[in-house]
């Protein structure tokens, strides 16, 4: 019965919200909260929620924050963000929002307008990283790393404004050292995609010094980031070489050659997890020795991609390591947090924790 209680009290506060924050019917709490959620996590949640709602200073405490995109019921950032909350005594809940496309301008222009907002902060996902940057960058609101890379996938407060952000650069970087990817000043890299994720892998590797870079995508999309990268990288005074191939058997050639392979598109992904971006040639183990394989893809956590790159002899980073990192990133956007996830102390011990999500 008090478990009923505690789920029928939050059902009731989700609706108060609603009533004084009308914007944020456009998340769908409720559905999110009995959708998502397993039976522990919900009552875990309702109850943080029914003893935040008893304090003398319910508002003032509360954090809300989001991850708006669609389709995103297959996200592990509600569970790796609450469960980060509860590491550190944080008074915040962390929820999946499928915005409709047409809700998600109407949303974000609401929300930016309200000051006293219980909303904290958001991360952007697809297809909505374009939608927001466009709408921040009109505001000139946007981190520098957010204007070089050209989309945001962290929103948050400061200074009494709205601000736009990219996490996943930083998050994947600190991913990548923390798994022992390697130096990358120098390199030759090859990265497979041109979407959202790419643009923050291409970020990450021109600030870290790599020398050239393959992106492997249609030629259309592919050109687009090349041209805006080859801009960027002037701008941040790094000389770096860039190529294109619409196929891997293009540049195979350069493949050969190639320090660091990433893999940036869903491909792989639960239920197509057979499939892969690349099928490696037979060139023998002392081929691969000293290279790495990165896969962003992080359900399953070993794909195909890393498995057949392992088999050989490489050195593979899974998408786990960048999930978990440029969420801790954002965190530190929303809370302004100082320490890095990954290093020593409580930090590693939360990492090593929320590794075992993936296992």
């Known amino acids: 019965m008090r478990e009923n209680g505690l789920l029928a009290s939050a059902a009731v506060i989700f609706k108060e919200w609603e009533d004084r924050w009308p914007y944020l019917r456009y998340l769908r709490l409720q559905k999110a909260f009995d959708e998502y959620f397993d039976s522990d996590c919900r009552l875990a949640l309702a109850r943080k929620l029914c003893r935040l709602y008893r304090s003398d200073d319910f508002n003032g405490r509360l954090q809300l924050c989001v991850l708006l995109g669609r389709p995103i019921n297959y996200s592990l950032s509600p569970l790796i963000h609450n469960m980060t909350a509860d590491f550190y005594g944080q008074d915040d809940l962390y929820f999946n929002a499928a915005l409709e496309a047409e809700e998600a301008e109407a949303f974000l222009r609401e929300w930016s307008e309200d000051g006293a907002s219980p909303l904290r902060g958001a991360n952007v996902t697809r297809p909505y990283k374009e939608v927001v940057y466009k709408r921040l960058s009109e505001r000139a609101a946007l981190t520098e790393a957010a204007e070089n890379i050209g989309a945001v996938n962290t929103v ?39 979407g959202g994720a790419a643009r923050a892998i291409l970020y990450a590797l021109i600030i870290n010094g790599i020398a050239e870079i393959c992106v492997i ?26 190529s294109l191939a619409e196929k891997a058997e293009d540049a195979s050639e350069y493949l050969e050659k190639c320090d660091i392979f990433i893999q940036a598109t869903p491909v792989g992904q639960r239920p197509a997890a057979d499939a892969t971006v690349y099928s490696w040639p037979e060139l023998g183990r002392a081929a691969y020795e000293g290279k790495t394989a990165c896969d962003l893809v992080y359900n399953p956590v070993a794909t195909r991609f890393l498995r057949e790159a392992a088999a050989l002899g490489m050195k593979t980073v899974s998408g786990a390591s960048m999930l978990i990192c440029q969420a801790y990133e954002a965190r530190r956007k929303f809370y302004g947090l100082s320490d890095s996830i990954g290093g020593r102390g409580p930090e590693e011990q939360l990492y090593r924790k929320l590794q075992k999500l993936f296992v």
């Open 156 to 194: 948050f407060w400061r200074d009494g404004r709205l601000c736009g952000d990219n996490t996943d650069f930083s998050g994947w970087y600190r991913g990548w050292k923390t798994e022992g990817g390697g130096e990358l000043e120098s390199k030759r890299a090859a990265v497979f995609g041109a």
């Open 217 to 242: 995508n249609s030629a259309v999309r592919g050109r687009r980031l090349i041209e805006h990268f080859r801009k960027a990288a002037e701008v941040l005074n790094k000389d770096v070489r860039f």
